[in-house]
């Protein structure tokens, strides 16, 4: 079974979060082995990666482009102030090279793109700033999701052959360090970006559940698809966000962010304060870990056709019950239920809001049901017995 599992670690106040759906690592190395000289700042703490080759003309492969702009971001920030920002253009980025996975084992990672290791010193901040204004996911009858601004759109398809080799791999992903059991001392920002990956994805859009702290503003994670046309995602380790795992830093800021076409929209934990989130046309649209630790807090969040609003989920056979609880409150939960208008996303015909036969789930949420409005689809749970839930339909 490879449930999301946290377990203590040494310290009562800290948790050491060990096994799928939460499990994260790999590394780009060290930073003492990152960018060379002639690839570091020059006195600023900004990194374009036009500087370091990027083309942005969505058929060269940058990859290796924007690897070398983070590492030396990195490098500068662990050597100065402790903050260094890579700023896209606003432009489209291909990404074409596998994943790399620097060191085996079931709690490291692979990416395209990986920040790199820091096991000494203070925390530093890197983000990753696109341009532009990303627009909300296309509800368009034809063409393709397209960004207002940066996009990098991954091109490629990946293979994975459990958690005894490491996690699944992703786009972007924060690596395994040595804080609290496992968390890198690099904290994430991604602002003004939207990634991208084929459709039915083999590989996850964001891994950053070893990252101490993340802050996400104005994040598209997303298959090419339009909304009406989006395809089934079959694979389960597919998850567009996976954030911090128990025992961050407690700062897992998340603000505009939306997720489509994954089999898990979002896998979150203890601290994570969500809001204008929206996730479409995925398996599974919220995912806890399954440990009870401190309480997630979401604002608004729109889930649309997903046929399980709301369920843990094992990266090797999809959606599972929990054995464990995660505590979380949703101040309006707005659930947008499939109502026919595109026989391409018949997949998405509701099954369940909640999955919680343990009854391990607790907290309060605050609903509101198209389903209840017009669809005539009532409240489905299975368990749930310890959740909260008030539809605004019935006050």
């Known amino acids: 079974m490879l449930s999301p599992m946290i377990e203590a670690g040494e310290h009562a106040s800290r948790r050491l979060f060990l096994r799928a759906g939460a499990a994260a690592a790999g590394g780009a190395g060290l930073l003492a082995a990152t960018a060379p000289a002639a690839e570091a700042a020059t006195g600023s703490h900004v990194f374009r990666v036009a500087h370091f080759g990027a083309r ?58 990986l920040f790199p290791v820091r096991i000494s010193g203070p925390q530093i901040t890197v983000e990753l700033a696109g341009a532009g204004t990303q627009q909300g996911l296309q509800f368009i009858p034809d063409g393709q ?90 694979i389960p380790w597919a998850t ?15 603000r505009d962010v939306h997720v489509g076409g994954f089999y898990t929209g979002l896998l979150f934990g203890e601290h994570t304060d969500a809001s204008s989130v929206v996730i479409f046309a995925c398996k599974v649209g919220l995912a806890p870990f399954g440990k009870r630790l401190h309480t997630a807090r979401f604002g608004l969040v729109t889930v649309e056709c997903c046929p399980t609003v709301l369920s843990q989920v094992d990266w090797e056979v999809g959606r599972v019950a929990a054995k464990e609880g995660d505590s979380l409150k949703i101040d309006l939960l707005d659930v947008e239920e499939f109502n026919g208008f595109s026989r391409s996303l018949g997949w998405t015909t509701h099954d369940c809001h909640v999955y919680d036969p343990n009854n391990v789930l607790r907290g309060w949420i605050w609903m509101a049901r198209s389903g209840a409005d017009y669809l005539n689809i009532p409240l489905t749970l299975q368990g749930a017995k310890h959740l909260q839930i008030a539809e605004i339909q019935q006050t």
């Not at 690897?67 to 896209?88: K, L, P």
């Not at 432009?91 to 996975?101: E, G, W």
């Not at 567009?240 to 998340?254: E, K, M, R």
């Open 56 to 113: 942005g003309d969505g058929r060269t492969d940058d990859t290796a482009a924007v690897q070398r702009a983070i590492d030396a971001a990195c490098a500068y920030a662990a050597r100065a102030n402790g903050y260094a920002r890579v700023e896209f253009d606003a432009r489209t980025y291909r990404l074409a090279a596998p994943p790399v996975r620097p060191r085996p084992g079931s709690t490291h990672a692979a990416a395209q793109l």
């Open 240 to 254: 567009g966000i996976v954030l911090p795992g128990g025992g961050n830093n407690a700062v897992v800021y998340l």
């Open 145 to 234: 999701q397209t960004a207002a601004g940066t996009m990098l759109r991954s091109t490629v398809s990946a293979t994975w052959d459990g958690l005894s080799t490491g996690m699944p791999p992703a786009v972007i992903a924060s690596p395994k360090g040595d804080v609290w059991g496992g968390f890198n001392r690099v904290a994430v920002a991604i602002t003004n970006i939207a990634v991208q990956v084929p459709s039915n994805p083999s590989l996850a859009g964001l891994n950053l559940l070893w990252a101490p702290q993340v802050r996400l503003r104005g994040v598209r994670v997303c298959t090419p698809a339009p909304l009406p046309a989006v395809i089934e995602p079959k």
